[in-house]
T-cell receptor, first 115, second 112 residues
Framework: AQTVTQSQPEMSVQEAETVTLSCTYD???????LFWYKQPPSRQMILVIRQEAYKQQNATENRFSVNFQKAAKSFSLKISDSQLGDTAMYFCAVHIIQGAQKLVFGQGTRLTINP | NAGVMQNPRHLVRRRGQEARLRCSPM?????VYWYRQLPEEGLKFMVY????????ESGMPKERFSAEFPKEGPSILRIQQVVRGDSAAYFCASSPPQGTQYFGPGTRLLVL
């Protein structure tokens, strides 16, 4: 079974600062995807970024980037130049490619960007 | 290209009634997933379906809950004889085979 742990229940930073959200996971599989989803107050689940486990290069999407350490089973999200609209719950998730297709989510980190 | 559609967005039921939640996947997506989110928690997998087939229902409660994805029409998550503990947000996601899952806006179920 897979597990995902987000050790920071809440974080708060000032606008324009950089913030890093932590995520560790556990799986015995070798082929999987990792995701960060954002859930703003509207409660919509929005895909932020995706990382294939077989790729060594860290994924980047504009101000969002990840630090993927496969051996350590760590997948942190860095948000640069944070904006007020980044205020949301952030969920880390793992998806095993073969077999069960479900996403396994962490408990989430509530991120607040202060003006 | 329309995203994943869910309706209703909000549903209020009294204890003992039935709740039906509908999900239309993104165009071109043949795989549908249902997740439940209790207050202040992450999403928990319930069931994974393809057209006319339940592939994985390991997260579904054994009683009162059922899901289908017929050949025509949306996927349906059905909760019979609802209880207060069923109050939650229910999210549907869709994907192509082994692809990224995209989520709908969710249905907030409140059981009085």
């Amino acid at each position: 079974a897979q597990t995902v742990t987000q050790s920071q229940p809440e974080m708060s930073v000032q606008e324009a600062e950089t913030v890093t959200l932590s995520c560790t996971y556990d799986t015995s599989e070798n082929n999987y995807y990792l995701f960060w989803y954002k859930q703003p107050p509207s409660r919509q689940m929005i895909l932020v970024i995706r990382q294939e486990a077989y790729k060594q290069q860290n994924a980047t999407e504009n101000r969002f980037s990840v630090n993927f350490q496969k051996a350590a089973k760590s997948f942190s999200l860095k948000i640069s130049d944070s904006q007020l609209g980044d205020t949301a719950m952030y969920f880390c998730a793992v998806h095993i490619i073969q077999g069960a297709q479900k996403l396994v989510f962490g408990q989430g980190t509530r991120l607040t960007i202060n003006p | 290209n329309a995203g994943v559609m869910q309706n209703p967005r909000h549903l209020v039921r009294r204890r003992g009634q039935e709740a039906r939640l509908r999900c239309s996947p993104m165009k071109g997506h043949s795989h549908v997933y249902w997740y439940r989110q209790l207050p202040e928690e992450g999403l928990k997998f319930m069931v994974y379906l393809q057209k006319e087939n339940i592939i994985d229902e390991s997260g579904m409660p054994k009683e009162r809950f059922s899901a289908e994805f017929p050949k025509e029409g949306p996927s349906i998550l059905r909760i019979q004889q609802v209880v207060r503990g069923d109050s939650a947000a229910y999210f549907c996601a869709s994907s192509p085979p082994q692809g990224t899952q995209y989520f709908g806006p969710g249905t907030r179920l409140l059981v009085l």
